[in-house]
């Protein structure tokens, strides 16, 4: 009979000093595996005061096999496997949460198997065997008497079924051979499809951007000694958290809210008690908040509101971040293999370019939008990217192999071989047409009639100043400036952005430049500059709205580029203007710091061009005041676009919602073109809508004689470019423009293959 009250006479530490000798003795590894799983459950059994102790673990199939017994039928023994879901065992394994029963046969889930033995016993307690959030396997206790299992004793079997998840996969209780068809983790092949933010094809190894750090030491020597460290890198977490709430750390919108959730799951009282309970029971600081975090995960991914599912990111970034406070913080320590795809929720574009270009060959996520910044930063460096990969990250672990096929919009998990062979070849075929491209690079862009084509390349980082000369750009259109900044820890100094900008200038030589000032905002946030937190950043204080209220700001900057430019040619361009007063007071900055540099005998620009980007619809209906003003113009489609339809590029709910080869978009940028060449203001297109063959066969129909490309899009471009008959095309456009359908894709492909253009 079991005593009333707890199972667990001798409490769950000694149970788990008990194993861990069990597992290390004196010749523990020369003891065959089922003889060390067997001592395991006896322990088990005998500690809890439980008539049988079974372990069930997940096989390849997905069934859930009897690996261990104490007190059923021994014969049932690799015998007994149930199907995915089946029984009371298959239950506690698809939600991945305990199950305590008074009576286990009257529960309508009860699988009876006869060849186990199980008819007398009544009392059942389960637990699932978590790792990365999956059940790989389910440790049951029986017992005769009707009883229910008290919440110390669920807890106690928590705790001991954390540890026995850990010790299969490491090795300690299974021999290899056993474990080759164990499921551990997902590892069959899948394919996931997901939508094409950046061009190209790439397999490599898995890199979990905040990948979890697995607990290096389970039990705990001396478990005050844990608890203690624990409470003080709780402590630590919430000291930090509420640092960079206080100061805003230039958050907002989601990125503030994710930041809260942090705050509220620090504080929350379940999730510590649960913490210092795991603690309590033998397990280290570490093992401690890996059981609670797969404890939640497991729940969390069971939830069918969207809104709860969404928490359980939340929820791992912050035990992520304990577990790394715990472990000293040594992010930079972090090894990458060669061939690195990093896989992540979502990550802001600093994010993605603190990793090493020449080790990160993809990038897969499970969110974001082909105009989010991230994207274009991913495209800057002709990194395949794939997006909206629902699910991704419980599918993949650490160094798994992965496809990122940029071309379909497609992830390959754990790809077989002949897979891996087929990318292979389009890889090869890839590098073949990139050396047809490379072929054009001095050829000039001029259409079949005759029309000459400035095409020129999008920048932003030092390697982009390698591919001006790569691709055959005749300059660069857009260099984003932010980028220097996004990457800093601090407010890149005067003589730093100098430098930056005469490397650029230097680069490109002969070739034009035009440097756009400070774009910041929406989902670029810069850490140590302090930003109210805002309902709408994209609609917020951004761009040249902050440059404004910020003149010290822009001014260091202008200044920086008045000194990098000494001598030579100077276009500098301001975004996202929305009045005419706007530019006026950006271009009064532009004066000021001449005029400093001319009381200083500095040298200046030998010719100075300043333009304005036209991004917001607003300018549509005073281009006739602008355009006077300005020295040239060009257009950011990716904005306008996103103002225009009210759709926020970032959110993947409605950023492919509306397409741009649509009548409207298509009539404001001809309105804007024709406003353009009447007042004889140059005017250039820099958006990603450039980038595209197909597309830019659309602007270029439109008369716009000066595109901006992504590096590796300037080779695509240019052979649409060279195959294209403007005077024809023009014809067809015009009759296009006045349907009265959301979109005019699928015309305008008719169009050009009827001309035979390579689009």
């Known amino acids: 009979m079991m005593p009333a009250g707890g199972a667990m006479t001798r409490g769950p530490r000694n149970l788990l000093r008990q194993i861990r000798e069990a597992l290390g003795g004196a010749g523990a590894g020369a003891t065959p595996a089922q003889d060390r799983l067997n001592m395991v459950v006896q322990i088990i059994a005998r500690s809890m005061v439980a008539e049988v102790c079974s372990i069930y673990l997940r096989r390849a199939s997905g069934e859930l096999e009897l690996f261990a017994t104490e007190g059923l039928n021994p014969g049932a023994v690799h015998n007994t496997r149930l199907r995915p879901g089946e029984g009371l065992v298959g239950e506690v394994a698809r939600t991945a949460q305990p199950i305590s029963l008074s009576d286990a046969p009257s529960h309508p889930a009860f699988s009876y198997r006869p060849e186990t033995g199980e008819d007398p016993y009544h009392a059942f307690l389960g637990a699932p065997l978590l790792r990365g959030g999956r059940a790989i396997g389910v440790l049951v206790v029986q017992n005769r008497t009707e009883r229910r299992y008290d919440e110390d004793e669920v807890e106690d079997i928590q705790t001991i079924a954390m540890v026995l998840a850990e010790t299969v996969s490491s090795g300690e209780l299974l021999d290899q051979e056993e474990l080759r068809d164990v499921e551990l983790a997902p590892h069959r092949p899948e394919r996931l499809k997901g939508q094409k933010f950046g061009d190209g094809l790439a397999f490599g190894h898995v890199v979990l951007h905040e990948a979890p750090l697995p607990p290096e030491k389970l039990l705990a020597e001396d478990p005050g000694l844990e608890e203690a460290r624990l409470k003080l890198a709780l402590a630590s977490l919430k000291t930090g958290l509420d640092a960079m709430l206080d100061k805003g750390q230039g958050l907002a919108g989601p990125s503030f809210e994710v930041l809260e959730t942090y705050r509220m799951f620090a504080d929350d009282r379940g999730w510590n008690r649960s913490l210092e309970e795991a603690v309590r029971n033998g397990l280290t600081a570490e093992a401690a908040v890996d059981r609670v975090r797969n404890e939640h995960r497991a729940r969390f991914a069971q939830a069918r509101d969207p809104y709860i599912r969404e928490r359980l990111h939340d929820f791992e970034d912050l035990a992520n971040r304990l577990l790394r406070v715990l472990a000293g913080d040594k992010p930079g320590e972090r ?425």
């Open 335 to 759: 090894e990458l293999p060669d061939d690195a795809i990093v896989v992540a929720r979502n990550l802001g574009p600093a994010d993605l370019l603190e990793y090493p270009r020449d080790k990160l060959k993809g990038l897969l996520l499970e969110e974001g939008s082909a105009a989010s910044h991230a994207a274009i930063v991913a495209r800057a460096l002709q990194i395949p990217c794939v997006g909206r990969l629902m699910g991704l990250r419980d599918r993949l672990s650490e160094g798994d192999m992965v496809i990122a096929d940029g071309e379909t919009g497609e992830a390959y998990l754990r790809p077989r071989p002949d897979m891996i062979e087929a990318v292979q070849s389009r890889m090869a075929v890839r590098d073949q047409r990139r050396a047809q491209f490379a072929q054009l690079r001095d050829t000039p862009a001029v259409t079949l009639d005759g029309q000459r084509i400035s095409l020129l390349t999008n920048a932003g980082l030092a390697v982009d100043l390698e591919n001006l000369n790569e691709t055959g750009a005749e300059g660069i259109g857009l260099f984003r400036t932010e980028f220097q900044f996004m990457v800093s820890d601090e407010l890149p100094r005067l003589d730093a952005q100098t430098a930056l900008y005469k490397l650029v200038l230097d680069a490109a030589g002969d070739r034009p430049v035009t440097f756009r000032t400070l774009d910041i905002g929406g989902d670029k946030v810069l850490p140590y500059l302090e930003a109210e937190r805002e309902e709408n950043p994209a609609l917020g204080r951004r761009a040249i709205r902050l440059g404004l209220d910020r003149p010290s700001l822009l001014r260091m900057q202008l200044r920086a580029l008045l000194t990098a430019a000494a001598g030579r040619e100077l276009r500098v361009m301001f975004p996202m203007i929305a009045t005419v007063d706007e530019f006026r007071a950006a271009r009064e900055l532009v004066d000021v710091e001449c005029a400093w540099a001319r009381r200083r005998g500095r040298a200046l620009p030998a010719l100075l061009r300043v333009g304005a980007m036209v991004e917001c619809p607003s300018l549509l209906w005073h281009l006739d005041a602008l355009l006077p003003l300005t020295d040239f113009v060009s257009i950011g489609t990716n904005d306008l676009f996103q103002y225009m339809y009210a759709a926020d590029r970032t959110n993947p709910l409605v950023s492919d919602r509306y397409d741009p080869l649509s009548p409207p978009t298509l009539r404001a940028l001809q309105t804007i073109q024709k406003a353009c060449a009447d007042t004889g203001t140059p005017v250039s297109i820099c958006g990603e809508l450039a980038g595209r063959p197909l597309e830019a066969f659309a602007l270029i129909t439109l008369g716009f004689t000066r595109l901006s490309a992504p590096a590796g899009g300037v080779g695509p471009v240019k052979r649409m470019i060279l195959s294209a008959d403007l005077t024809a095309a023009r014809r067809g456009l015009n009759n296009l423009l006045n349907l009265s359908t959301g979109s005019i894709r699928n015309e305008i492909e008719s169009l050009a293959r009827k001309l035979n253009v390579a689009a």
